[in-house]
């Protein structure tokens, strides 16, 4: 199959619309969980690289899991070429990190 070049605005466009799951009448955009310049995107010929790094509502959010596997499955869904997936939940922003001593990846 010959298909387009996929860039980050691709991938942003799938996943903007996302409803929060603790808040189901806000997108994911609307609450900057997602944002497009933290979505990175390298098209190569036989697949797509996609790195996501999200920012949970609060520092203690307990379903930031649930968000990572959201955009996940969303973009599976709907990007139109075979795809490997990296979601992080963006460096500072949840208690994870003083959990641990790495980003923590969905």
Do not use: W
Not at 9 to 29: A, H, N, Q, S
Not at 32 to 54: G, P, S, W
């Amino acid at each position: 199959m010959n298909f387009n070049k996929i860039d980050s605005v691709d991938v942003y466009d799938i996943i903007r619309g996302i409803k929060d799951p603790e808040k189901p009448y806000c997108t994911l955009e609307e609450l900057n969980v997602v944002q497009e310049e933290l979505v990175h995107v390298k098209d190569l010929e036989q697949f797509v690289e996609i790195e996501i790094f999200f920012v949970p509502t609060v520092p203690y959010c307990h379903l930031a899991p649930t968000i990572g596997l959201c955009l996940r499955e969303k973009i599976n869904k709907y990007l139109p070429k075979k795809s490997k997936i990296d979601i992080f939940i963006q460096p500072g922003t949840h208690q994870i990190e003083k959990e641990s001593k790495f980003i923590a990846k969905i």
